[in-house]
């Protein structure tokens, strides 16, 4: 059973804490496999991203996205379908940590 299968198991029973330790394990055995900004690391960054989501802790999970969004703007095109989910993702989750007086700001200057 590979990491990532333990993962899967260990996220869909809800235990995030133990999912991000195996996936930070993963990530630290990423570079000795794959040259730096490979998208197999880019998937592990936005694994741990949907974590932090799933816990709602928006910060870390947009800093993970937007880890995720620099390799596959490096190694795929902007028309990409892995691209286009991680910029969706990032709009998803930008309106979570604003606060509701910057999000009247802003709701209010797109006006």
């Given at each position: 059973?590979?990491?990532?299968?333990?993962?899967?198991?260990?996220?869909?029973?809800?235990h995030?804490?133990?999912?991000?330790?195996?996936?930070?394990?993963?990530?630290?055995?990423?570079?000795?496999?794959?040259?730096?900004?490979?998208?197999?690391?880019?998937?592990?960054?936005?694994?741990?991203?949907?974590?932090?989501?799933?816990?709602?802790?928006?910060?870390?999970?947009?800093?993970?996205?937007?880890?995720?969004?620099?390799?596959?703007?490096?190694?795929?095109?902007?028309?990409?379908p892995?691209?286009?989910?991680?910029?969706?993702?990032?709009?998803?989750?930008?309106?979570?940590?604003?606060?509701?007086?910057?999000?009247?700001f802003?709701?209010?200057?797109?006006?």
């Amino acid at each position: 059973m590979s990491l990532t299968n333990i993962v899967e198991i260990l996220y869909k029973k809800y235990h995030f804490t133990k999912a991000l330790d195996h996936y930070n394990q993963g990530l630290e055995i990423l570079p000795k496999l794959f040259p730096n900004g490979h998208a197999y690391t880019a998937h592990g960054l936005k694994q741990i991203g949907m974590i932090y989501e799933r816990i709602q802790n928006s910060d870390t999970a947009l800093q993970y996205y937007e880890k995720t969004l620099d390799i596959y703007q490096n190694i795929f095109p902007a028309n990409h379908p892995e691209t286009i989910k991680m910029n969706a993702r990032i709009v998803n989750v930008v309106p979570l940590i604003l606060s509701p007086s910057k999000q009247c700001f802003l709701i209010n200057k797109t006006d």
